[in-house]
């Protein structure tokens, strides 16, 4: 464990406090560590480098490991940093001591945080910051300056009933505003842009640009920060650092570095005072939506957002802690590393702390980097694949999910594996989220508005009191025009764009984890499109989710399973075989598994939807056998009247048969039957007598049993022989049925034909019975 000592870092910011108060800000410390018996070497950097892939160095050209050795200076020269003229400035050295000052008027402040990332508590974070009262008007003044125009220059539109046509406008203003106004304004805007119930379309659209890049701090301020979180001086703990960082963003920046034993590695350190920044910003955005609050109803706004602002809070201040990122990470490598070509770094603990993560360097390419994908034979939308193959199971398997990846947090190898970065932002969706999230894609591919509706319910969208009789002619206004197309042709951003304007049109509270989920999904989605314009994440998110609706036992997926293919009563033939059709492309399908929904179908829980089915198979294939037996006297007489007077065609039977043929190809496939299975029975042109139905199915029995035990064992099963038997009454009502209209029918063919009306004797033919 690191231990608490006053080391040159420390002295450092006392030089700096000393520096302020002389009024010298002349940059004298930076060589301090240059002066000490063992030295670091710096890796040299353009400012180029420091904004490329990772990509190995010319080792032909420098030392070992691509490292090359100028003169031992840690702080770069002015000139080569832009970053570093900030440091030099009045303003940062201001700055920078009024820091260290009111570190003196609240120390619990480095502890708070660290519990404000395990137990966010806004009560005790405005206790602390009560006493920093200062910084807090300063920064409310400071927001205020810079918001107050935007939000006159809103109501001004509103009055004048130009709200709508000056929206586009001021949705960039705003992006740029936050942009300016610091790191947590910057991340919430990032998250707003995922909260479809919150914002208009365009305000989503403008936020989604939003950057939380920010220009690196000194190296010398970096360094201090790794000598106090790790009780050591830099030049022990590594033998070589970049001279640049080679990452840069709101919270931190991360170097290249060498460790004594020689292992590559990332050092990531966190933004000096970054933490009371964002504590001081989160207050102040509290105390404002408090008073939102009392104002919802006049405002248009259907839910409270002070606990909006708690939630992300208490999940920003977890990202300021780099020992849970590590933990992120490990736990990520636990669930899904065993996935081929997914990797993520190591990470090495004795280097880490709350401000520093150490791990693993590894070499790869940006997949927003295209020259240098194709230079190294990459394909992007193949490492997109790869990660929404992972991202599905994170989703929907296990429900931890990396809830950032944007394309800096994604790198390929030349090896094909997808490198995950950056593990500071993750996320869980509840057991009942996952489920609930496949059947609605599923309902939503089948138009099914109405079972939509009531995933709102179970999603939590909405309280079950909302009435859902609105909303689903809402959603079949816009997906009866965006589901023209197959399920291959769907775009995911037309989609979330689509339940965007109907979640901001109606009472609807998205919660945090689905916001994230949305937010993932079409960043993967975008990267693809960058490669392949014609990309769509749908479809190959769709079979996933379609085998899993088909083979997942879990209750929940069984009662979606039969809320799909049965309607009043009616078995959906279509529903069924399109997630035959879809499951089977996913890349884990394995037929086998359809076992558990035969399994399924046979248990007591699925009693109703035994009725439904063997009605359904009693309807097929009585259809099919009707047909067959049609064609066959049609054959024998050449006469189609006297074909369809003895067996009246009925309107669906045309589908029916199709579905019959169907149904026999399958099992006989799956089956791997020698012969397959015949329905022809012995009565006058193959009509199947009651004893012929009953020979059937024991010859159905007795072939499935021979060429597999596994439907032996379930047919013994109660709901097995329930089904047996249910369809032998049914095919022998059908069949007395039609026996009877086949006699009917005979006797009036014989008629006909005896006076001349049949059209069998105008070809020569004998007349029925001769």
Request: charged share 20%.
């Amino acid at each position: 464990m690191p231990v608490p000592l006053r080391s040159s870092a420390l002295k450092t910011r006392e030089v700096r406090r000393s520096q302020w108060k002389a009024s010298n800000v002349q940059h004298t410390v930076h060589r301090r560590l240059s002066t000490n018996a063992t030295s670091v070497s710096v890796v040299a950097a353009t400012k180029e480098q420091s904004t490329s892939d990772r990509q190995p160095a010319d080792r032909g050209k420098a030392g070992r490991g691509g490292f090359t050795r100028p003169e031992e200076n840690l702080v770069p020269p002015r000139s080569t940093l832009e970053s570093t003229d900030w440091f030099y400035s009045e303003t940062a050295q201001r700055e920078w001591v009024q820091a260290m000052e009111l570190d003196t008027l609240t120390p619990e402040m480095p502890m708070l945080l660290k519990e404000m990332g395990i137990n966010y508590d806004p009560d005790r974070l405005a206790a602390v910051l009560n006493k920093r009262w200062p910084q807090v008007y300063t920064r409310a003044v400071q927001v205020s300056a810079t918001l107050g125009g935007f939000m006159a220059a809103v109501a001004r539109d509103y009055a004048l009933g130009q709200f709508e046509t000056n929206m586009p406008i001021r949705a960039k203003q705003l992006r740029t505003l936050l942009g300016k106004l610091g790191p947590a304004l910057v991340k919430i805007g990032q998250a707003l842009s995922a909260r479809p119930d919150l914002l208009p379309r365009s305000y989503l659209e403008a936020l989604s640009e939003l950057q939380d890049r920010l220009p690196s701090f000194p190296n010398e301020i970096a360094f201090a920060v790794i000598e106090e979180e790790l009780g050591q001086p830099v030049t022990e703990l590594f033998s070589e650092l970049s001279e640049l960082p080679v990452a840069a963003a709101s919270l931190g920046q991360v170097y290249r570095a060498r460790l004594r034993d020689g292992t590559d590695v990332a050092v990531k350190v966190q933004r000096p005072n970054i933490g009371e920044s964002i504590a001081v910003d989160m207050l102040l955005l509290r105390r404002l939506m408090a008073v939102v609050d009392q104002r919802l109803p006049q405002l248009g706004i259907s839910q409270p957002l002070v606990p909006l602002v708690d939630e992300f809070a208490g999940r920003l201040f977890a990202e300021l802690d780099y020992v849970q990122e590590g933990h992120n990470c490990e736990r990520f490598q636990a669930l899904y590393g065993s996935m081929p070509r997914v990797r993520t770094p190591k990470i090495y603990w004795q280097y880490t702390s709350r401000r520093v993560l150490t791990m693993e360097w590894i070499e790869g390419v940006k997949l927003t980097n295209a020259p240098a994908m194709a230079a190294a034979g990459l394909d992007v939308v193949d490492f997109v694949d790869v990660g929404i193959e992972c991202t599905l199971r994170q989703l929907l398997e296990h429900g931890y999910f990396h809830a950032d990846p944007h394309p800096g947090n994604l790198l390929a190898t030349r090896a094909g594996d997808l490198v995950y970065l950056d593990f500071g932002m993750m996320s869980e969706a509840p057991q009942y989220a996952r489920y609930a999230i496949m059947a609605h894609v599923v309902h939503l591919v089948n138009r099914d508005y109405d079972a939509m509706c009531k995933d709102y319910y179970t999603l939590q969208f909405m309280d079950p009191s909302v009435d859902t009789a609105p909303i689903a002619p809402a959603l079949a206004a816009f997906f009866d025009d965006v589901l023209q197309s197959s399920v291959s042709q769907l775009n995911f951003k037309a989609i979330v764009d689509g339940l965007g304007e109907v979640l901001f049109r109606f009472p609807f509270r998205v919660p945090a984890y689905y916001a994230l989920i949305l937010r993932s999904l079409t960043v993967l989605e975008g990267l693809a499109l960058q490669a392949d314009p014609n990309y769509k994440l749908l479809a190959k998110a769709y079979p996933y989710m379609a085998k899993r609706l088909l083979t997942d036992p879990a209750p929940e997926l069984r009662e979606s399973f039969e809320d799909l293919i049965i309607k009043d009563g009616q078995f959906r033939w279509n529903r069924l075989e399109n997630l035959l059709r879809e499951g089977s492309k996913s890349s884990d399908f394995d037929p086998s598994q359809l076992w558990l929904l035969a399994e399924w179908l046979l248990s007591p829980g699925a009693a109703g939807v035994r009725t439904t089915v063997v009605a359904e198979l009693g309807r097929v294939i009585d259809a099919a056998a009707a047909a067959d037996v049609r064609r066959r006297i049609q054959t024998q007489t050449g006469d189609v009247a006297i074909a369809e007077a003895l067996v009246p065609p009925q309107p669906a039977e045309t589908e029916a048969q199709e579905r019959a043929a169907l149904l026999l190809s399958s099992i006989s496939s799956r089956l791997r039957l020698q012969e397959p299975l015949q329905l022809q029975g012995s009565g006058p042109f193959g009509v199947m007598t009651p004893q012929d139905v009953q020979r059937t199915v024991n010859q159905l029995r007795s072939v499935m049993a021979t060429n597999a035990p596994r439907i032996s064992a379930l047919l013994e099963q109660p709901g097995g022989i329930e089904i047996v038997n249910g369809l032998a009454s049914q095919l022998s009502r059908r069949l007395a049925a039609r026996a009877i209209k086949f006699v009917f029918g005979a006797q009036l063919t014989m008629t006909r034909t005896n006076s001349g009306g049949g059209r069998g004797n105008s070809k020569g033919q004998q007349p029925l019975g001769a």
